[in-house]
C-alpha cells in the first residue's frame, strides 16, 4: 500500500501560443517539483517546444485521478487544440478565441475542484483584443469568471506589492482612485495575507498617488480628500496601514524591512520597483478568488520564443508559490 501523500494537481496554462509558454511549461515538467502537473493546452504546441529545448517529454492524457508521485519529465495534460498553424513569434489572431478556451477550461477547473490551483504562462493581450474580444489581462477575466472581486499583488523574494487599479491608462487612474475601492482592495490584500501567507496581523504601506503623496495638498488632493480617511477609517477596523507614503522613499530598504506588503496607486507605480529587484524570481497573484492563481512576471518574449532560450525562473517560482499557497 502506498502511504504517500496525494500531490497537489496544479493547472498550467500555456499562454500565448507564439510566446514562450509552451517552452517554460516543458522547462517547468522536467523539474523534480513534486507536483501533479496538468498542462492546459494545444498537445502538439507543447511537444514542439519540449523538442526546441531538448526535453524528452513524457505526455499522458489527464484522467483526473490523483497521483502520489510524479517522475521529472512526465507532464498530464488537458487537450484544447489551436485552430491555425502556430509559429514561433508570430501572432494570429485567429488563435485568441483558443486562448481565452484555454482559460476558461482552467478556471472552471479550479472552481469545481478538479485542481488545487492555476499557474499561468504569459498572454498577449493586444492580439486577442485584435480578434474583437475584451481582454484586459488575466486578473480581471479570473474576477469576471468566479465573479468575485480580487486585487493583484506581485510577490518577490523580498517584497510584495498590490495594486489598487491594474491595466488603465494613466490618464484615468485618478477618478478611479476612490474610497469604496481602496476598502475593497485592502480588505482583500489584507485577508490574503493572514489566510494564504499565514502572516498573522500584517502592516500594509499604502503609497500616495501624487509626487511626495500630494504635498499637503499642493501637487494634488487626492492623498487628503480619499486615500488618507478611508486608512484612518480601515485603523479603526484594527488594520495596520501606514500611509500615504511618498512613493519616492517608501522602498527604501530600512522601510521595506517594515512591511509585509505595499500598495501601490497604479500599475507603474510600484512594479517597476519590484522587478527591478526581483526581475525572474517574482511572482504575479491573484488575491480574493476562491482558488490559488499565480503567474509569470514577464511577457510573452515573442523574440525568444522557438530558440530555446527563455528562462522558466518565474514559471518554476509561481508553481512553488502556487504549491504553499494550496497547502495553507
Partial sequence: MNDRPFLPRLAVTLGEPAGIGAELVAALAATDLAADLVAIGDKDSLLLAAQTRG???ALEADDGQWLRERTPGS????????????????????????VVDMLTRAADGCLEGEFD???????????????????????EFFAARANCDVAMLLVAPELRVALATTHLPLAEVPAAITAAGLVRILRIVYNDLRHRFRIENPRIAVLGLNPHAG???????????????????????GMRLEGPLSADTAFVPAKRAQYDAYLAMYHDQGLPVLK?????????????LPFVRTSVDHGTALDLAGTGKADPASLIAAAKLAMELARA
Avoid: C
Fill in 55 to 57: 526535453i524528452a517529454l
Fill in 117 to 139: 490551483a492555476l499557474v499561468t504562462a504569459p498572454v498577449q493581450k493586444s492580439i486577442i483584443n485584435d480578434a474583437g474580444i475584451a481582454f484586459t489581462g488575466h486578473t
Fill in 276 to 288: 527591478a529587484l526581483g526581475f525572474g524570481d517574482s511572482v504575479n497573484v491573484t488575491l480574493g
Fill in 215 to 237: 504635498e499637503g495638498g499642493h501637487l494634488g488632493r487626492e492623498e487628503i480628500d480619499v486615500i488618507a480617511p478611508t486608512l484612518a477609517a480601515l485603523r479603526a477596523d
Fill in 75 to 98: 507532464l498530464r495534460y488537458v487537450h484544447i487544440p489551436a485552430p491555425a498553424p502556430i509559429a514561433p513569434g508570430r501572432l494570429d489572431a485567429r488563435n485568441s478565441p483558443y
